[in-house]
Structure formats: structure tokens, C-alpha cells
């Protein structure tokens, strides 16, 4: 129901998460949209498939173009045969594309928590959820643990690691997020 609610309305943005959801292996930048997309739809029970979709979304997503990229999340995010981190790429992706096209909030939340239900540990799944609880709920308490639990955690990227430190730093001086 709530990918249904997402569905009906996502519009053509743009939006943060570069590389969020590039969990391919193969090198397709050769390969055009029309391409994948023909490959993609002669395929579509190929368990390998599901990267290949993600690949062509991302392609999407980084154009702005998020009508296009919401069919591959969202068949991705159902697949039976998606990994788990092709799922969570995915439901991130549809989860941000959901607040930052219509300002869903309610909607970007539940798919984030799907999300996180398939991996609580997806350091990227909790930035988005503590930015939508900053940005789409003004629950600055709730951004500000989840900004503070992944700044303790050793694996973070420093270059993740100097954008959640400036975030906090807003979200602990009440400046908006914009």
C-alpha cells in the first residue's frame, strides 16, 4: 500500500544519495537506456537481473528523471530474487524520491523502516531516516541519536562522517534543514 501511494505520484527531481544504490558490479557505461531497458524487459526472471534494474535506475535518479526510476526500485524492492542490499538500495531510493518529489513524509518513513528491516545496520538507510526526521517531521531529537549513533560507528566514511557532523551540529542548534 504505501509503494502504491508512491507510485501515484512521484515527479521528475532531483536529489541527494549519489551512489546510494550503485550495488552492480558490471561496468554498463557503454550500454544506453534503451539498451538496458530492452535487456531488462527480455529478462525479467533472470536472478541477475535485479542489479542490472538498479544500474538503470540510478541512471535515472542521477538525471532527475524519477518517473522513470521508480518502476526498477520498485520491481527491485519486490523482487524475490533481490539481494538484501538491492532491496534496501531500493526502498532508499524509493523512500527519498517519495519525500523529495511530493514532500511524502509518512510514506518515505514506512519504506525507510522496510528498509531497515531487511538490514538495521545500513548506515545509509539511517542518515535518510534521521534526515527526513529533521527535514519532514521536526522531530530533531529523533535526527539527533540517529546522527550521534552513526558518528560512533568505526566504519563510517570520513567523507559521511564530515556531512553528519555539520548535520548535527544543525539539527543541535535548531537551524532548518534546507
Known amino acids: 500500500v504505501v509503494i502504491v501511494v508512491a507510485t501515484n505520484s512521484i515527479q521528475q527531481r532531483t536529489g541527494p544519495l549519489e ?95 522496510q528498509a531497515l528491516k531487511v538490514d538495521p545496520g545500513s548506515q545509509v538507510a539511517r542518515y535518510i531516516k534521521g534526515t527526513l526526521l529533521w527535514c519532514g517531521s521536526d522531530d530533531v531529537g529523533g535526527a539527533a541519536r540517529l546522527f550521534a549513533e552513526l558518528l560512533s560507528e568505526p566504519d563510517l566514511a570520513d567523507d559521511s562522517k564530515a556531512q553528519i557532523e555539520l548535520d548535527l551540529a544543525r539539527v543541535q542548534n535548531n537551524e532548518s534543514c534546507a
Open 19 to 113: 551512489g546510494a544504490a550503485d550495488v552492480g558490479q558490471e561496468d554498463l557505461s557503454n550500454v544506453s537506456n534503451e539498451t538496458l531497458e530492452a535487456v531488462v524487459a527480455a529478462n525479467a526472471d533472470n536472478p541477475q537481473i535485479d542489479g542490472m534494474r538498479l544500474a538503470l535506475a540510478g541512471r535515472y535518479y542521477d538525471a532527475g528523471d524519477y518517473r522513470s526510476a521508480f518502476p526498477h526500485y520498485l520491481a527491485v524492492a519486490q523482487s524475490p530474487m533481490a539481494t538484501p542490499n538491492e532491496v534496501v538500495a531500493a526502498l532508499v531510493r524509493l523512500s527519498w524520491m517519495a519525500y523529495d518529489a511530493n514532500g511524502e513524509v509518512k510514506t518515505a518513513l514506512d519504506l525507510i523502516d
